[in-house]
């Protein structure tokens, strides 16, 4: 059985957080507001894989509410959703995102995004392929208040 699972997720830019993308921190002056460390990537890609398995989505797994995941790390938290991903027995297919924002620029840091990812997912690099838009100065993106990510992502089971 072959199944595919859509994600998103956006958070605003603000002061006095580290901004961290595809578990990368990138060096800027601004950083992402959440509840956890607000990796707009791996939370689209997590809702994707979760859809895909028909496992709700992580705000169902992982509350705002729970103080157990304030600051967490993102890609803890997609370790947790790669165990659901195994107990139903699937595996990861691809997995395709696009993060969309105006700043910083990030296709430099675009290669260690997927070599974490497809750890984390237990899946090869070529599997895991990530993009980088911008909404030409459009939007709450374009005026740099926020970063956007969707995420595709197709699984198997076994």
């Known amino acids: 059985m072959i199944r595919v ?42 809702d994707a894989i979760l859809g ?14 729970g103080l157990e995941f304030k600051n967490a790390k ?11 991903v195994e107990s139903k027995k699937f595996k990861i297919i691809n997995i395709d995102a696009t993060i969309i924002c105006q700043s910083p620029k990030l296709s430099e840091f675009i290669p260690k995004m997927v ?16 993009k980088a838009t911008t909404t030409e100065m459009m939007g709450f993106i374009g005026r740099s208040e926020g970063i956007a990510a969707q995420c595709s992502c197709l699984v198997e089971s076994f």
């Open 74 to 84: 993102s890609r803890e938290l997609l370790t947790d959703v790669i165990r659901l």
């Open 115 to 130: 070599e974490n990812i497809a750890a984390d997912c237990k899946c090869e690099n070529s599997q895991v392929n990530i």
């Open 5 to 46: 699972g859509q994600g998103y997720d956006a958070h605003q830019l603000v002061s006095k957080r580290k901004l961290i993308l595809g578990g990368v921190l990138i060096d800027f002056h601004l950083g992402l507001k959440g509840h956890s460390d607000a990796d707009v990537l791996i939370h689209a890609i997590m």
């Open 52 to 65: 895909a398995i028909g496992m709700g989505d992580i705000g169902q797994h992982f509350p705002d509410s």
